[in-house]
């Protein structure tokens, strides 16, 4: 395990997320950070990444990031292999496999990028 701020900063996130705390999720980027789920449209800025982990959150009643592997790849560059388990209010449980890549910068994410199946999505 690498300890670094890099690091550091997305445990900080994942664990917002596991809070459902949107504010806490969002703190973890710089103001004009990027958060980009693959295919989706990237989300800009972090008022628009507070405001979709909300909408997002108001669907769920638990999550869970199960992380496989984490690394700092290069210097603020934090990958990580992990299962995203989100409890949806309806009851089911979605398990989407994920990778993720995230550029840091002074403690703070500039940029994170996940890529996944769409499929494994929630209608």
Known sequence: MID??????????IHGWEAMDADAVAA???????WHNMPYPPINGR???AEAVRRFLATATDVRFVLRHVGEVSPGIVVTERNDVFTLKDGRTVD?????????????IT????????AAMPD
Do not use: H, N, Q
């Open 28 to 34: 973890c980027f710089t103001e004009g950070g990027v």
């Open 4 to 13: 670094s701020t890099a690091r550091a900063i997305v445990e900080t996130l």
């Open 111 to 118: 940029a994170w990028r996940d890529y996944f199946d769409r």
């Open 47 to 49: 008022e628009a990444i």
């Open 96 to 108: 989407i496999p994920v990778m993720g890549v995230f550029e840091t910068t002074d403690g703070k």
